[in-house]
């Protein structure tokens, strides 16, 4: 048996990588790029926890009290959400494996190839079929729990650094990413207009370069005295999850 660091191996797994379409990751074996996440280590799992604090008791003034009830959505606005539009996500999705394992070649190939036969289309179509509820309909949370878990991970923030500092990323399952990009595909139109043109991120056609000349352009503009950059400390995970 070759030892893991062997030539023989690197090679292998360059291959096999290449052929999977993970261009970033064989570069990166290629390259010898170490790992940038953390063992499970106690001293990490502390700084985990510090970085989730449990929600507080949700105080009735950070609430928006209305009487107005939110729109009824028409469930004929997914009827066109069909099994197509999920093989279509399932091609397009990329990236690690969420607590299941299940990585998006599985998912890819579970749900567009065509050796599968009828099995792969019934799929398909079951998952659009769920799609659609989640879309139209109250689910409970503690249903779909196994949906929405996450894998966390800790990356090393700074390298070298004598003071350990990590960034913690949550790796969610595959499915729930194809399920989310199949429906932001089909609600597209709606959400960047929705959004305005303040969220690049929405689907706007070069929407990041016109925010970087627009940037560029305020910044040495004749008026502009000052330009403050604004950081929250571990914003999104400091969020009370009760109040949202």
């Not at 090679?11 to 096999?16: D, L, T």
């Not at 379409?21 to 799992?45: K, M, Q, Y």
């Amino acid at each position: 048996r070759l030892p893991k660091n062997s030539a023989v191996n690197h090679q292998r797994g360059f291959v096999r990588m290449m052929l999977q379409g993970r261009v970033g990751a064989a570069l990166r074996l290629l390259n010898g790029t170490p790992s940038a996440a953390f063992d499970s280590t106690p001293e990490v799992i502390a700084l985990l926890k510090e970085k989730h604090p449990l929600a507080a008791e949700v105080s009735e003034d950070h609430l928006i009290s209305t009487t107005t009830m939110p729109p009824r959505i028409e469930p004929a606005t997914f009827l066109s959400l069909d099994a197509s539009s999920i093989t279509r996500s399932a091609a397009e999705t990329k990236g690690g494996a969420g607590p299941s394992g299940m990585s998006d070649q599985l998912w890819a190939r579970m749900l567009c190839s065509k050796n599968l036969g009828k099995a792969s289309e019934k799929l398909a179509h079951e998952v659009a079929l769920m799609t659609r509820k989640l879309c139209t309909s109250y689910v409970d949370p503690t249903s779909i729990s196994a949906l929405l878990a996450c894998k966390l991970i800790a990356l090393d923030k700074a390298p070298g650094a004598e003071q350990l500092k990590i960034r913690p990323i949550g790796v969610g399952e595959v499915l729930r990413r194809i399920v989310g990009r199949a429906v932001t595909q089909h609600l597209k139109g709606d959400i960047t207009s929705a959004a305005g043109p303040l969220q690049t991120a929405s689907g706007h056609q070069g929407g990041v370069e016109a925010a970087v000349h627009t940037m560029n352009d305020l910044f040495f503009h004749t008026d502009t005295q000052a330009a403050i950059l604004v950081d929250a400390r571990n914003a999104f995970n400091s969020l009370n999850r009760r109040t949202a």
